[in-house]
Structures are given as structure tokens and as C-alpha cells.
């Protein structure tokens, strides 16, 4: 998968023109964390801050010390997303670190003055979210997560797991996940592997039993999830109903196949979210979101869970045993 480099920064860098940023240096610091799919004690979650904090302390930023860190969690919830915007912007914080688009669509509504880094957003620049990946522009700049070619490695993989697959459905939120949607005047010409791929969008928990249901039917024919707001939220029901109807299906985050599912392909999330809190370092030191270019995944994981092929009837070939970052047995 071609991966364009964004991370050589500009010297020099301008101070980022903003009377709230024109206080007393000695002043704590407060900084807002809102997550969009996840919830306070979600093992995802708690990797992700753990990381977090742990690049933020090596960095000089103690939190309830040198910074005052006020943490939201969405859980998939639209209303609350809204909710927490809301209440984040109003408290007027020096910087806010987010996830998701659906978060970062309703953060640049809401303010155009506070900066955001964003950690775990598809394809920012289709969705307006930054002018362009090199020079963002505004107050918003972060770390995506993937691009459209992987789409192309979760059939490979799908297909070394479960050879006998020669269609596969890729399942996403519209609403929630519109990067995805932006994917699907290019995803009927898809075909990697001997695999056809097609889309299959829900909008609710019926809907993802209806299709999932559907697609038990159809033999030869396995599940892309697409990580979007939605899918993350319901993962439980996705990875549940993909076992009952033995569903060979691959997914994007670790804590899929963590939870149960059989193989899980993408970028380190953890180690996006360590990577966004030298930008917040930066920012919060004076450099100008805009100016610090939108940088991409650089760290991916492989995982397979075995006790879950073994129950699917599949044998995981030692080729792909041996590129695997983690086995689950």
C-alpha cells in the first residue's frame, strides 16, 4: 500500500495567532479528549490514552500537574457526540484531541479558534476537514488512519484465511463512517484475489442482522467491517452473528479479533494516538495547527484468532502464521 510521507516538519514554525493562547505561560494548561466510538473503559480506549499520556509525560506534560486533561466518551452515540462538542468547546480549553469523523465534522461547526488534533480520521481532505495533508491550514491538523488501497490487503488476507471465498461484502455506517460512502463509486470495480467486493451499507442493528443473515445464504462469500462510529460500537453483534453464521470476516482494529473475530488488519491505533501527543507538545508550545502537516499511519498489526478459525472450520496457512504480529489461541 503506497504511503505518502508527511512527517519532515517545517522549521521554524509561527506562533499560533490566538488570544486564548495569549496567556501566562505558567498557567496549567487544559487540554479536552473526546473519543467517538469508544467507551471510558473500553480495552481500546484505555490503550489508546495509555499511550497518550505516556508520550505526553516524556514530553514534560503531567496530567494534574503541568496539564488538565477533561476526558469525554462517545460510545457510538450521536446525540452525545453533539452533547460533548458542546460542552468541550464551551469550556474553552487550549487544545482539543479527537477521533472520528463524525466528532471532527461536529468540532469544526463548533469552533473555528481552538486547535484540534485529530488521531484516527479517514481521508481528511475529502471530508473538508484540512485544506490539503501538507499545509492543513485553520485549526485543525492530525493522524489518519487508512486509505483506500488496504482494501485491496483485507482481501488477500480474507482469501489466504478462507480460500474458498470468491465474494465479499463490505459493511459500514454511511452516516456515521462517510468516508466509507465516498468509497462506493469505486468499490463495485474492486476485485483482488479472485475476490469481488461489494457494498453493504446499515444503518442499524437490524439492518446489520438482516445483511449478515443474507450473506449466510450465499455461499463463498465473506465480511469486510469498516472501522467506522458505528461498527465499533456494535462490534459485539457484528463479531457474534459473523460466528453463528460462520462468516469468514476480517476487520480493521485489534480489539475485533481480540473480542472474537477471526483476523484483524490496520494501522496501530495506540501508536497514533502516541505519535498526536508530540502534536500536542507543539501546539501547546505555540506552533500553528495549520502549519504541521497531516500525517499518516506508520505502524500496522496482524492478527489472527485461532480458537475462532477452528471454530469456522479454517486452518490458518503457516505463511500467514508467520507474518502475523499476534497469534490468539
Same mark, same amino acid.
Given at each position: 500500500?503506497?504511503?505518502?510521507?508527511?512527517?519532515?516538519?517545517?522549521?521554524?514554525?509561527?506562533?499560533?495567532?490566538?488570544?486564548?493562547?495569549?496567556?501566562?505561560?505558567?498557567?496549567?494548561?487544559?487540554?479536552?479528549?473526546?473519543?467517538?466510538?469508544?467507551?471510558?473503559?473500553?480495552?481500546?480506549?484505555?490503550?489508546?490514552?495509555?499511550?497518550?499520556?505516556?508520550?505526553?509525560?516524556?514530553?514534560?506534560?503531567?496530567?494534574?500537574?503541568?496539564?488538565?486533561?477533561?476526558?469525554?466518551?462517545?460510545?457510538?452515540?450521536?446525540?452525545?457526540?453533539?452533547?460533548?462538542?458542546?460542552?468541550?468547546?464551551?469550556?474553552?480549553?487550549?487544545?482539543?484531541? !479527537?477521533?472520528?469523523?463524525?466528532?471532527? &465534522?461536529? $468540532?469544526?461547526?463548533?469552533? #473555528?479558534?481552538?486547535? =484540534?488534533?485529530? /488521531?484516527? +480520521?479517514?481521508?481528511?481532505?475529502?471530508?473538508?476537514?484540512?485544506?490539503?495533508?501538507?499545509?492543513?491550514?485553520?485549526?485543525?491538523?492530525?493522524?489518519?488512519?487508512?486509505?483506500?488501497?488496504?482494501?485491496?490487503?483485507?482481501?488477500?488476507?480474507?482469501?489466504?484465511?478462507?480460500?474458498?471465498?470468491?465474494?465479499?461484502?463490505?459493511?459500514?455506517?454511511?452516516?456515521?463512517?462517510?468516508?466509507?460512502?465516498?468509497?462506493?463509486?469505486?468499490?463495485?470495480?474492486?476485485?483482488?484475489?479472485?475476490?469481488?467486493?461489494?457494498?453493504?451499507?446499515?444503518?442499524?442493528? !437490524?439492518?446489520?442482522?438482516?445483511?449478515? &443473515?443474507? $450473506?449466510?445464504?450465499?455461499? #463463498?462469500?465473506?465480511? =469486510?467491517?469498516? /472501522?467506522? +462510529?458505528?461498527?465499533?460500537?456494535?462490534?459485539?453483534?457484528?463479531?457474534?452473528?459473523?460466528?453463528?453464521?460462520?462468516?469468514?470476516?476480517?476487520?480493521?482494529?485489534?480489539?475485533?479479533?481480540?473480542?472474537?473475530?477471526?483476523?484483524?488488519?490496520?494501522?496501530?491505533?495506540?501508536?497514533?494516538?502516541?505519535?498526536?501527543?508530540?502534536?500536542?507538545?507543539?501546539?501547546?508550545?505555540?506552533?500553528?495547527?495549520?502549519?504541521?502537516?497531516?500525517?499518516?499511519?506508520?505502524?500496522?498489526?496482524?492478527?489472527?484468532?485461532?480458537?475462532?478459525?477452528?471454530?469456522?472450520?479454517?486452518?490458518?496457512?503457516?505463511?500467514?502464521?508467520?507474518?502475523?504480529?499476534?497469534?490468539?489461541?
Amino acid at each position: 500500500m503506497r504511503r505518502r510521507d508527511f512527517i519532515s516538519l517545517l522549521g521554524g514554525t509561527a506562533t499560533w495567532p490566538l488570544a486564548a493562547r495569549a496567556q501566562q505561560h505558567d498557567r496549567t494548561k487544559r487540554i479536552g479528549v473526546l473519543l467517538g466510538a469508544t467507551t471510558e473503559h473500553d480495552p481500546e480506549s484505555e490503550a489508546r490514552l495509555s499511550a497518550f499520556r505516556h508520550r505526553l509525560e516524556e514530553l514534560g506534560w503531567i496530567d494534574g500537574r503541568t496539564i488538565r486533561i477533561d476526558y469525554r466518551f462517545a460510545g457510538g452515540d450521536a446525540d452525545r457526540i453533539r452533547t460533548y462538542v458542546t460542552e468541550l468547546v464551551k469550556s474553552a480549553p487550549d487544545l482539543i484531541v !479527537a477521533n472520528s469523523s463524525p466528532v471532527i &465534522a461536529e $468540532l469544526k461547526q463548533a469552533t #473555528g479558534t481552538i486547535p =484540534i488534533v485529530f /488521531a484516527i +480520521v479517514n481521508d481528511p481532505v475529502s471530508q473538508g476537514f484540512v485544506a490539503s495533508l501538507a499545509r492543513p491550514g485553520g485549526n485543525i491538523t492530525g493522524f489518519t488512519l487508512i486509505e483506500f488501497e488496504i482494501v485491496g490487503k483485507w482481501l488477500e488476507l480474507l482469501k489466504e484465511m478462507a480460500p474458498r471465498t470468491s465474494r465479499a461484502k463490505l459493511l459500514f455506517n454511511p452516516v456515521m463512517g462517510p468516508f466509507f460512502a465516498v468509497w462506493l463509486r469505486d468499490i463495485a470495480a474492486v476485485s483482488v484475489a479472485s475476490i469481488e467486493l461489494e457494498p453493504a451499507p446499515v444503518h442499524d442493528r !437490524a439492518e446489520i442482522e438482516a445483511t449478515m &443473515a443474507a $450473506l449466510a445464504r450465499d455461499p #463463498g462469500v465473506g465480511l =469486510i467491517t469498516a /472501522a467506522d +462510529v458505528f461498527t465499533v460500537a456494535n462490534r459485539s453483534l457484528i463479531i457474534g452473528l459473523a460466528e453463528r453464521y460462520r462468516l469468514p470476516a476480517i476487520y480493521q482494529f485489534r480489539q475485533f479479533a481480540a473480542e472474537g473475530g477471526l483476523i484483524s488488519y490496520g494501522p496501530d491505533t495506540a501508536d497514533i494516538f502516541h505519535r498526536a501527543a508530540a502534536y500536542v507538545d507543539r501546539i501547546l508550545k505555540g506552533a500553528n495547527p495549520g502549519d504541521l502537516p497531516v500525517q499518516q499511519p506508520t505502524k500496522f498489526q496482524l492478527v489472527l484468532n485461532l480458537k475462532t478459525a477452528k471454530a469456522l472450520g479454517l486452518t490458518a496457512p503457516p505463511s500467514l502464521l508467520a507474518r502475523a504480529d499476534e497469534v490468539i489461541e
